[in-house]
């Protein structure tokens, strides 16, 4: 199959040459028809030469790149909107904390898939400074509009103390 489209190609080129070098007047209609018979002979006999097992294989793999292509471009979709609402996500925690007068050092945000499609927050981790009642407020708050249940819901002080949303309420 790659033989005969290398051929045509060569062809093509040749004939494309031809047909400018032929002089303007029938001389060039004459030649167009011809040129035009003689690719069309080439493009038959390519795919007369294609042994319908070897058509089979290729079309075999074809269709085998294509679901792989599928898989993965399924799979980097998947990534990136997860990527784009974990993004989203922080940038709303963080505001939401600078409301309430927390400094905010770090957001750790775990995700999960749903089968349905899309992603949904499982766990959340604050780290930063400000007072703790501010920061089991945000929490509770946070927990009730993402869904997160509270025993997955943390805040860690920057002085190092770590509380759970839960036992500090």
Known sequence: MRESLHGFCVLAVFCGAALRLAPEGSVKRVMSVLVSAVLLLQVFSGLGWTDAADLADEIGRFREAEQRYQLESRQVRERLDRL???????????????????TLTGIELELRWQ?????????????????????????????????????????????GLEESAQTTG
Not at 84 to 95: D, H, M, N, R, S
């Open 84 to 102: 784009v609402i974990e993004e989203e996500l922080k940038a709303y925690i963080q505001t939401k904390a600078a409301g309430r007068g927390l």
């Open 115 to 159: 089968t349905e499609g899309y992603w949904l927050p499982r766990s959340l981790t604050l780290r930063g400074s400000g007072t703790d009642t501010a920061a089991r407020a945000l929490l509770r708050e946070l927990g009730a509009e993402l869904g997160i249940e509270q025993e997955r819901l943390k805040w860690s002080a920057d002085d």
